[in-house]
């Protein structure tokens, strides 16, 4: 069955699939859900056969931890998969990876971001609620170094999602909890593993965000997320982190390697699928004194604006006015997902 259900995801451009106790299939298409009721309603049982199927050896270990993550291919395309205990059934969410790893012209990112891909050192962070194209992002940005340039990276994900093949660079590509066992880990090790480059897919933790300051200090491109949604709320996390005594030194230590933040979204295009609304940060002399200072978050929207022409960054309304006046969204979609709305509609009468 679950075959079945994955060839209609697929045929119906599907990004994620829902399994889960009392209902058929879900999809989620061009963000939102669609009840599959061509297939049957899952009992406990079938859900159960369907993860044991998925996960294979790795079914003890989800009954131990009762969630899991996992990677598999199918149908000639690879997905990432979570399965987890509700109501004392198992539910499944299974992510499908492109078949392809994107450019950064295909995403329609701006141009900018392609800037992040010539830094020799320094830290670059992709922001971003769950499901908001973060992986996709860094995965375009790592293709974009790959294709260009002689580099050793490292990626450290949870789970692997884009294969990268060698092209110009070596990328070694390590999955938590099959290759290495946490993140913090990871990056510990990758000090002796002597990287040009390294991509953390999720910085969670007090440790690994340490690690990863300590990367970029010694002279690599760490390239990394957080589930913030925007530059000053990025900033404001990892030094939140810290306890307050520590924290004056990290704002010290962040101005001095942070390069930049893409904090980003997913909205519905016109011709089907999403596209990503993009805030653009490059970390100029301006923007690490705001850091270095704790100054206030509107200071570092004004420093993005100013650098808008000579740098190509953008705040999260010219990103969308932009996206509106290519017609790449229509007006409702903008609207509805303007932060500011008044600073939204100056900007499409210019």
Avoid: W
């Avoid at 969630?67 to 969410?93: M, P, T």
């Avoid at 904090?263 to 295009?269: D, G, T």
Wanted: proline share 4%.
């Amino acid at each position: 069955m679950i075959t079945d259900i994955i060839k209609s995801a697929l045929d119906q451009k599907a990004s994620d699939i829902h399994l889960t106790e009392g209902l058929p299939p879900v999809f989620r298409i061009n963000g939102r859900l669609a009840v599959q009721r061509q297939f049957d309603v899952f009992s406990a049982g079938a859900l159960a056969e369907t993860a044991k199927q998925l996960l294979g050896e790795n079914y003890e270990n989800y009954g131990q931890k009762r969630s899991f993550d996992f990677s598999f291919h199918a149908e000639g395309r690879r997905f990432r998969g979570h399965v987890f205990k509700q109501r004392g059934a198992d539910a499944v969410v299974l992510r499908v990876i492109p078949a392809e790893v994107p450019t950064v012209d295909q995403l329609l990112l701006p141009e900018s971001v392609k800037k992040f891909t010539s830094l020799r050192d320094g830290l670059v962070l992709v922001t971003g609620p769950t499901g908001s194209g973060k992986s996709t992002t860094l995965a375009a940005l790592i293709n974009e170094i790959n294709r260009a340039q002689e580099k050793h990276i490292i990626t450290i994900e949870d789970p692997v999602e884009f294969i990268h093949p060698h092209r110009r660079c070596i990328v070694n590509q390590r999955e938590v909890g099959t290759d290495v066992e946490n993140f913090a880990d990871a990056v510990r090790s990758a000090m002796r593993e002597d990287p040009d480059i390294l991509l953390v897919g999720e910085m969670r933790d007090l440790e690994t965000i340490q690690n990863a300051i300590t990367m970029a200090e010694t002279g690599h491109l760490v390239f990394a997320t957080l589930h913030t949604r925007s530059a000053a709320e990025t900033i404001d996390r990892i030094i939140d982190v810290f306890p307050p005594v520590q924290q004056q030194q990290i704002r010290v230590q962040l101005s001095s390697i942070l390069q930049g933040i893409i904090s980003q979204c997913l909205v519905p295009a016109v011709s089907g699928g999403r596209v990503p609304v993009c805030e653009v940060m490059f970390a100029t002399d301006g923007i690490k004194s705001i850091i270095k200072e704790n100054g206030p978050h509107s200071s570092i929207k004004d420093q993005i604006l100013l650098n808008h022409r000579k740098l190509g960054s953008c705040t999260y309304e010219q990103s969308l006015a932009a996206l509106y006046k290519r017609g790449l969204i229509d007006r409702d979609t903008a609207l509805e997902h303007a932060k500011d709305i008044e600073t939204f509609k100056r900007m499409v009468q210019r």
